[in-house]
């Protein structure tokens, strides 16, 4: 009984928030200080853990906002705002309702269902009111500064910006939220030069997010990042001549060859799981990628006892007080608060419908690009496919995909969103062609 007065205590207060503070403000007030707002509520209050305690409060009211800018149109008519994300992510957000009925861990779960909602809504919010620039073009300037306030504070006061961690953290609550906010600041910076406007903000977020990177000491967040760069080099090669373009992937591919061929005649056998292992021991990895195989197969198990519909979003990671206590027990090392593979949390959250919905939402965002790179945008279409191969990559051995609180979620629900926007814009174009050309045939 507490629990269902709380909920509708904070969706009341929520509600008002939502309703209150957007019509205290002119709309060309909103569209320059939203995304400054949007950021750092979002930025500051995801990635730690899942959204709880104080945090909901104004996570709520954030969500509410978001609702509240997409529901309502040019002409100041309210409506649903389908068209403002994809089919199979509402599907997905569906789905994760619905598992709130048979989740072990209902209450949990309701609030991780409206976070997951909720950080959906506000990056297709902050598309909206980019307008016709792109949305990572407009939260470029506070992302940079968020970084650069993070380097200039660790580094000036070290117990507080390293904490103890064989890493750096910033002003974050852990080092690799500091990476993926990082990231995320390198992705702007080079959407703005791709936009070709504001050279030096573009270069200023690249710098800022490299050195984030680099000083996090977050293997994940490198990783993500040099899937980026080489997204970033793919885009370089697209202005190059035919030539130099050839030229340029044959000096990058000749070393490697001349490497395993070399390694292949020294040891005497195909030398790829020789180079798996050094890469690994490179970075401080086992070739048990630090206890994640024994972490996998515990989960698969886990799996096998709800194969179809899964346990219910957000109804198993709640350490030893919930489902995951079964897995926790069995590990020397944690506790996780994660499968350490996305596709096995959602599998095991939302069973088989979420994981064809999730690739569903997928190819949806591939289709979208394609359409784009046809359209003749093409170094837009290669940075965008570039988050997407990077967080796909990245929940191979972690997890951030549908996880209400975590920032790589939130980037990539951005991209989405923005990528969306810009298909409807080309579809709406296209259409409007045609009809123009249509116009004096039906006169005649």
Request: with cysteine; net charge positive.
């Amino acid at each position: 009984m507490f629990g269902l007065i709380f909920l509708a205590a904070l969706f009341g207060g929520a509600l008002l928030a939502g309703l209150l503070v957007p019509s205290l403000l002119l709309p060309t007030a909103i569209r320059r200080w939203a995304p400054w707002v949007f950021l750092l509520a979002a930025v500051g209050l995801l990635g730690g853990g899942d959204g709880g305690g104080p945090r909901a409060y104004v996570l709520s009211a954030l969500f509410v906002y978001a609702f509240l800018v997409l529901a309502r149109t040019e002409a100041g008519q309210w409506r649903w705002p389908t068209e403002a994300l994809p089919l199979p992510l509402w599907g997905l957000m569906l789905l994760a309702v619905v598992s709130i009925s048979w989740s072990p861990l209902p209450w949990e779960s309701t609030k991780r269902v409206i976070q997951f909602g909720g950080v959906a809504l506000v990056a297709a919010a902050l598309v909206r009111l980019a307008g016709a620039r792109s949305v990572f073009e407009s939260i470029t300037l506070p992302l940079s500064l968020l970084v650069l306030l993070s380097i200039v504070l660790g580094l000036a006061l070290p117990a507080f910006g390293q904490a103890g961690e064989a890493g750096f953290r910033g002003i974050t609550t852990h080092k690799n939220v500091f990476g993926q906010m990082a990231t995320m600041t390198f992705v702007c910076g080079a959407a703005v030069l791709v936009a070709g406007h504001g050279r030096w903000r573009g270069w200023t977020a690249i710098l800022a997010g490299v050195a984030g990177v680099l000083l996090s000491g977050s293997a994940s967040a490198q990783l993500i990042f040099v899937g980026l760069a080489g997204i970033g080099g793919l885009m370089l090669l697209n202005g190059l001549q035919p030539v130099m373009r050839l030229a340029v992937v044959l000096g990058i591919l000749a070393p490697f060859s001349l490497l395993v061929l070399g390694l292949t005649i020294s040891r005497g056998e195909l030398p790829f799981e020789y180079m798996w292992n050094e890469g690994l021991a490179a970075i401080g990895r086992s070739n048990t990628l630090t206890g994640r195989t024994q972490l996998w197969a515990l989960m698969w198990n886990e799996t096998q006892h709800h194969p179809w519909l899964g346990i219910g979003y957000g109804g198993f990671w709640n350490e030893l007080e919930g489902p995951s206590r079964n897995v926790i027990l069995q590990l020397n090392w944690g506790p996780p608060t994660q499968a350490h593979n996305g596709y096995l949390d959602v599998y095991n959250e939302m069973g088989v419908p979420g994981i064809l919905l999730l690739l569903a939402l997928v190819v949806s965002q591939a289709r979208n690009l394609r359409s784009l790179w046809l359209a003749g945008d093409q170094r837009y279409a290669l940075l965008h496919t570039g988050i997407l191969l990077a967080v796909l990559t990245y929940n191979i051995p972690e997890s951030s995909l549908l996880r209400s609180a975590h920032l790589l979620w939130f980037l990539l629900a951005l991209s989405i969103a923005d990528v969306q926007a810009r298909s409807r814009g080309l579809a709406g174009a296209q259409g409007r062609r045609m009809a123009d050309r249509s116009l004096p045939a039906a006169a005649v």
